[in-house]
T-cell receptor, first 113, second 112 residues
Framework: QKEVEQDPGPLSVPEGAIVSLNCTYS??????FMWYRQYSRKGPELLMY????GNKEDGRFTAQVDKSSKYISLFIRDSQPSDSATYLC?????????????FGTGTRLLVSP | DTAVSQTPKYLVTQMGNDKSIKCEQN?????MYWYKQDSKKFLKIMFS???????INETVPNRFSPKSPDKAHLNLHINSLELGDSAVYFC???????????FGQGTRLTVV
């Protein structure tokens, strides 16, 4: 079993939809959680960074962490075709000596006009 | 003003050759990384350096040798390339070890 699980998709939605992307993890020592967006043939780009359980909002993006369920989510409101990309979750914690990020496999999102 | 830049962007080479990928960051970060992304988009750390010192070596074949001449540069040399080395290699940097990483645009290596 991978340390971080993420549905690979693709997830296809119409423009304007609310998108929910999720990751589950197995090790309760993870403490820092990130979401990256990766466009085709580009490097991953940091979108959101959270530490504690709860919600963090940035524009159309909301990151949610539920440490008790070992589950994190990224919500995208009013999705746009330009949001079409692969979204990767990443996390870090005592189990990694805080020295490296462990990534999910990514979810491919397609937003159609 | 690219924050993390790596060269070349594309590399096509024959099995058995030796090749290098260069990386530079102008963010003033102390830590640099090499990641490998396979065809299924899985990103796996290979090496990390903190202020020129090797911190992580993730069971990578010793055909791969990283070198950090200073904290702004981290190069990757690969000897005796194999078909299975074909992947996209990303350089990244972070302010400190394990913090949020900023990635370069990747080097797409194809071994034929």
């Amino acid at each position: 079993q991978k340390e971080v699980e993420q549905d690979p998709g693709p997830l296809s939605v119409p423009e304007g939809a609310i998108v929910s992307l999720n990751c589950t993890y197995s090790n309760s020592a993870f403490q820092y959680f990130m979401w990256y967006r990766q466009y085709s043939r580009k490097g991953p780009e940091l979108l959101m960074y959270t530490y504690s359980s709860g919600n963090k909002e940035d524009g159309r993006f909301t990151a949610q962490v539920d440490k008790s369920s070992k589950y994190i989510s990224l919500f995208i409101r009013d999705s746009q075709p330009s949001d079409s990309a692969t979204y990767l979750c990443a996390m870090n914690g005592r189990n990694t000596g805080f020295q490296k990020l462990v990534f999910g496999t990514g979810t491919r999102l397609l937003v159609s006009p | 003003d690219t924050a993390v830049s790596q060269t070349p962007k594309y590399l096509v080479t024959q099995m058995g050759n030796d090749k290098s990928i260069k990386c530079e960051q102008n963010l003033g970060h102390d830590t640099m990384y090499w990641y490998k992304q396979d065809s299924k988009k899985f990103l796996k750390i290979m090496f990390s350096y903190n202020n020129k010192e090797l911190i992580i070596n993730e069971t990578v074949p010793n055909r791969f040798s990283p070198k950090s001449p200073d904290k702004a540069h981290l190069n990757l040399h690969i000897n005796s390339l194999e078909l299975g080395d074909s992947a996209v290699y990303f350089c990244a940097s972070s302010l400190a070890t394990g913090e949020e990483a900023f990635f370069g645009q990747g080097t797409r290596l194809t071994v034929v």
